[in-house]
């Protein structure tokens, strides 16, 4: 059993960063594969980037290009999402999520846990 919960998210002005954490409880946070995942109002919820628990290997959305940056630090049992030149469009509720399969990391439907949420909301 894994729980999530996120934090970073606010309001900031179109060009700026912020760095999600999404911190997890359990003792074998190390061996989960995690994911970001967002959803804008009206839209449904969109893979961001993943990063698997072995090797580290990561995962990003092609929207994403270079702008956001999946980590994690298993000492601490938690991912991070640094986000940087946000743009409006970027305006979401961001959730974290955790697998414990390498496979289908890339949907919503291949995590077995979810965080609550953070709101990012970019202004122009």
């Known amino acids: 059993q894994v729980q999530l919960v996120e934090s970073g998210g606010g309001l900031v002005q179109a060009g700026r960063s912020l760095r999600l954490s999404c911190a997890a409880s359990g003792r074998t946070f190390s061996t989960y594969h995690m994911g970001w995942f967002r959803q804008a109002p009206g839209k449904e919820r969109e893979f961001v980037a993943a990063i698997t628990w072995g090797d580290g290997s990561k995962y990003y959305a092609n929207f994403v290009k270079g702008q956001f940056t999946i980590s994690r630090d298993n000492a601490k049992n938690t991912v991070y999402l640094q986000m940087n030149s946000l743009k409006p469009e970027d305006t979401a509720v961001y959730y974290c999520?955790?697998?414990?399969?390498?496979?289908?990391?890339?949907?919503?439907?291949?995590?077995?846990?979810w965080g609550q949420g953070t709101q990012v909301t970019v202004s122009s």
């Open positions: 999520a955790a697998s414990p399969r390498n496979y289908g990391l890339l949907s919503a439907d291949g995590y077995d846990y």
